[in-house]
């Protein structure tokens, strides 16, 4: 399940093999623009993240997508694998 506002660059629909695209869960635009994938304002994005979490009803539907299915993969387009959005949904929703 692709968890990213936008849809990564040079990845065409067909090509990608996207069981999901829940655009809703991937932090705002403001956010994401605040974060601008800067490691010194990870633990910030975080918090704000995860306030943008709480104050939505789509976590509940990943929730859900986690309890039906075995497995489920947080796709993401940032190139820091340590410093994204879907780090941060993976640790807020307390999964492995």
Same mark, same amino acid.
């Given at each position: 399940m692709l968890v990213d506002r936008i849809w990564p660059r040079g990845v #065409?629909?067909?090509?990608a093999a996207i069981d999901l695209w829940l655009k809703e869960i991937g932090p705002s635009t *403001? =956010?994401?623009k605040w974060f601008g %994938?800067?490691? *010194?304002?990870?633990g910030g994005f975080r918090s704000r993240y995860a306030e943008e979490l709480e104050a939505g009803e789509v976590v509940?539907? &990943?929730r859900q997508l986690g309890?039906? %299915?075995d497995v489920?993969? =947080? &796709? /993401? #387009?940032?190139?820091?694998e340590e410093h994204n959005q879907a780090? *941060? &949904?993976?640790? /807020? &929703?307390?999964?492995q």
């Amino acid at each position: 399940m692709l968890v990213d506002r936008i849809w990564p660059r040079g990845v #065409s629909k067909e090509e990608a093999a996207i069981d999901l695209w829940l655009k809703e869960i991937g932090p705002s635009t *403001a =956010l994401r623009k605040w974060f601008g %994938h800067d490691p *010194a304002k990870w633990g910030g994005f975080r918090s704000r993240y995860a306030e943008e979490l709480e104050a939505g009803e789509v976590v509940e539907t &990943l929730r859900q997508l986690g309890r039906e %299915h075995d497995v489920v993969t =947080l &796709l /993401y #387009s940032a190139r820091d694998e340590e410093h994204n959005q879907a780090v *941060a &949904l993976r640790d /807020y &929703l307390g999964i492995q």
